[in-house]
Structure formats: structure tokens, C-alpha cells
């Protein structure tokens, strides 16, 4: 529920022109988190027989945090006016926007939320009505080409990935500590550009990155291990920590935090909600298929896992390049017209649907 709410409130609530970065806190948190987790497995590690216990029980401290600072949330703007209750939403925006002056902005969001109303259900308007097809395909997609790009292989694994490689179990947690800081700090370069480059500029660099550091992976592995021999030698196992780094590194200030901030900020009002809980949906589906199957796909693989990666981040770059439009600095309930009916292949959904109201009203344009 945290997943699918946290950046739709975040988006909600920025200024255009800082939300990219304000947004990318929730991934920052994420990372913090991770880091966190693999510090305690380090030190839990070494506490014999209970250790494990420590580091289950330790998940319920961030989990007690939430719930205690969710009491201190006030509404969204945008909630509290598709609530009806606008007076209480333009008062929530002068707060947040900190001045009187949000007419402009509060009006947007009284269109946006009529709109709205008249979507009795927004699941079956999300899946059926053409309009919403390019936020859809676009938030499905980037979720499946976040976990496809590999992550998971190697957060959830980096330390059997490591053992694998020749390293003692100890060196194994300290290195996974290692690309955990990687992580945290990586995401930080996202919060302070993404602003400013854009995204998709973040996207096609991280792109870049992440394919480099998976076809060297997969040239090493294929080169050095063979099946009389696991062991790599110091230095290619250095060489292979260096690139699992560099693609965390790669992965953190661009896909990490950009499959959470797109869809967030692109939905219309009527289907913002559901559209985010499809994302995470899928998320969470190729999150947990990856977790279940990796090691005995690495082991039936070997490196070809890694040529595998390699094209799924070409193919999600070129999806980038040709599909995605830049989002940035447009105020969030301005993108149909500033974004989609722009864009050179999803504005054919939307003239479609202008089409159908000049039909459906006699030939009165809304
Ligand atoms: O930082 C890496 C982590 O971030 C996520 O991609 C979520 O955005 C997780 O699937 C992964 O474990």
C-alpha cells in the first residue's frame, strides 16, 4: 500500500518544477532501507545461533515508523477536491505551495477532478477506454523493464553471487554492503538531475551504463568459469565487483527511481490511483517471479543470464528513445494536452477520443 501510495501523494504535492527530485525521495528511502538491512545481515551475521532472528525482527522498526508518520499527513490538494471538499483543498494548497496565490493551479485541479467524476469505475475506464492506453502501456512497461534490466539479481544475490565468484561468506556480506552504499548514493545524483536533465536523458545514460557493465559480466563469466572451476582468480572477481557496481551505480540515478516517478506523474486524476497500483502490481509480480527463479536460472544459464539482460536493456532504451515523452517541469494535470497530445505515436489515442466526443455530442466539440 506504501508502494503505490507514497509517490502518488509525493507527485501530488510538488511543485512542477522540483518533482522529479522530491518524488525520488521515496526511491532514496527504498535504498536507505536496503543498505540498512544488508548492515544488520553483516553484524547479525556474526551472532551465533540467534542472529537471523535479529535481522527478521528488525523489519518491523521502519514498518513502525510509517505507521507513526503517516498520523502527522494531511490530504493531498488533489484528493480533498475530488472529494468535494474544495475549500479544505484550496486552504491545503496555500499551505503546501506556501501562498495565497493558487488560483490558477486550484482551478486545474476543479477541472481535472469533474473530469474525474464522471468515471464511476476507474479500473474498467483504465483497461478500456483508449485515452488511458498510453499511461497504461507505459507504466506496465517501464515496471517490467525496471526488474527485467536484472536488480534484483543482483540485490537480492550480490552475496551468493559473490561467493560464487571465490569470495569468503564475510568479504561476500561486506561487498553486498558496498553496492548497497552504491545504491544510496547513486540515487542521490537522480534527486539533484533529474529536474534538470529530464528523464529520458537519465534513462538513455543509465541505459548505456547497465549495458556495458552486463556484457562485461557476461564476457568474464564466460571466459574465466568454467565447469572444473568456480573460482575466477582476485583479480576478475575484482574486475566483476567493480561492474555489479558500476550497473548499481547505472541502474540507481536513472530506472530505479524513474519506473516510480513516470507513472506517478502521468495518469489523469480518474485514474491515477488505480493506474499506480497496476505498476506496483507488476512490480511486484517480476520482483517476486526473479527472486524465486534466479539461482536456478543463473545455474542453468551461466552467462548467458547476462546476455539476456544485455538485450533487455537495449530493447528498453530503444522503447525510451522512440515511445517515451519527456515529462519534465509540465504541472501534472497539464500533461494530456502538453504531453500525450503531442507526442508523435500516443497522440493518435487521444484524437481518437476527441473524435468520439464530436460524434457522441453532435458534432459539439468539448
Ligand atoms: O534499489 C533497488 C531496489 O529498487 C527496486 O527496483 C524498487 O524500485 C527494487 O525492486 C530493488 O530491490
Known sequence: ?????????????????????????????VTIGILFATLVNYGANKIHPWGWRLSLSLGSMPAALLILCTLFLVDTPNSLIERGRLEEGRAALKKIRGTDNVEPEFNEIVAA?????????PFRSLLRRRTNRPQLAIAVLLQLFQQVAGINAVMFYAPVLFNT????????????????????????????????A??????????????????????????KVTDSSDDLGHDWAILVVAMVCTFVFSFAWSWGPLAWLIPSETFPLETRSVGQSVAVCVNMLFTFVFAQTFLSILCHLKYTIFAFFSVCVVVMSLFVLFFLPETKNVPIEEMKERVWKQHWFWKRFLDDEDNNHVVVNGGKSK
Open 113 to 121: 477532478s469533474r473530469v474525474a467524476q464522471e468515471v464511476k469505475r
Open 198 to 223: 529530464g528523464r529520458r536523458m537519465l534513462l538513455l545514460e543509465g541505459g548505456a551504463y547497465m549495458l556495458l557493465s552486463h556484457m562485461a559480466i557476461a564476457v568474464v563469466f564466460r571466459i
Open 165 to 196: 565468484l571465490g569470495f569468503e561468506t564475510e568479504t561476500s556480506l561486506y561487498s553486498a554492503v558496498i553496492t548497497g552504499g552504491v545504491n544510496v548514493l547513486s540515487t542521490l545524483v537522480s534527486v539533484y538531475s533529474v529536474d534538470r
Open 1 to 29: 500500500m506504501h508502494v503505490e501510495a507514497v509517490p502518488l501523494y509525493l507527485s501530488e504535492v510538488a511543485p512542477a518544477r522540483i518533482r522529479g527530485g522530491l518524488n525520488i525521495l521515496f526511491q532514496l528511502n
